[in-house]
């Protein structure tokens, strides 16, 4: 699929299309590239990710005063919570973290269990504050998509304002399944696999993400 049909058939995908980033998922595909490597180039990636994902954060402008004069500045006036799914979305959180110190934090343990054929929710902490927040919800991959709808519907369940969704792969099919039952999700990742294989893993994509940043292979 071109990257123009890409961006016809899932509308509300954000590819971020950057040398940095391009370079470095090169390298986490390899299947030389060892944990620590691997950690350490996710949270460099997710540092880049988080600054994409911002953009158009609401500003409001302030009079301050500069070692020289007084003047107007702009600061950021949303309340940010950045949620991940764990485990592999722990791997992405320092880096967005680093960006956005201020903001609070939340986690979601919630896996897919094949032989319930459902999805098994074992952990969840969220701020007592996060109503009217814009999220950032952070997790590596999306296959099936049936983890991150789960996440999404337990999120909107305490009256968040927006939802954007950070990944660095994507399956088609889990897009379309995310999209059709969660529309007004933005997501924003690097690239949209050609498939998924018959155990859910992206192809070619990088492996188990959790288990190459664990490395628990």
Known sequence: MSKHSQKEQFKNVNIINHPLLTHSLSTL????????EFRRILAEMSRLMAYECSRDL??????????????DCSFICEDVTIVSVMRAGMGMLDGFMQMFPLSKVGHIGIYRDKFLNNTVEYYFRLPDDIEGNKIFLLDPLLAT????????????????K???????LASPEGLEIL???HPDVQIYCLSIER???????????????????????
């Open 162 to 168: 927006e939802i954007r969704f950070n990944c660095l």
């Open 195 to 217: 498939t998924m294989n018959e155990k859910g893993y992206l192809l070619p994509g990088l492996g188990d993400a959790g288990d190459r940043i664990y490395g628990t292979l």
């Open 58 to 71: 609401s500003m409001k402008t302030y009079p301050i005063e500069t070692p020289l004069e007084k003047t």
């Open 145 to 160: 998509g049936a983890t991150v709808v789960a996440a999404i519907e337990r999120l909107k369940q305490y009256g968040v």
């Open 179 to 181: 999209q059709n039952v």
């Open 29 to 36: 595909r390899r299947k030389e590239t060892n944990s620590s």
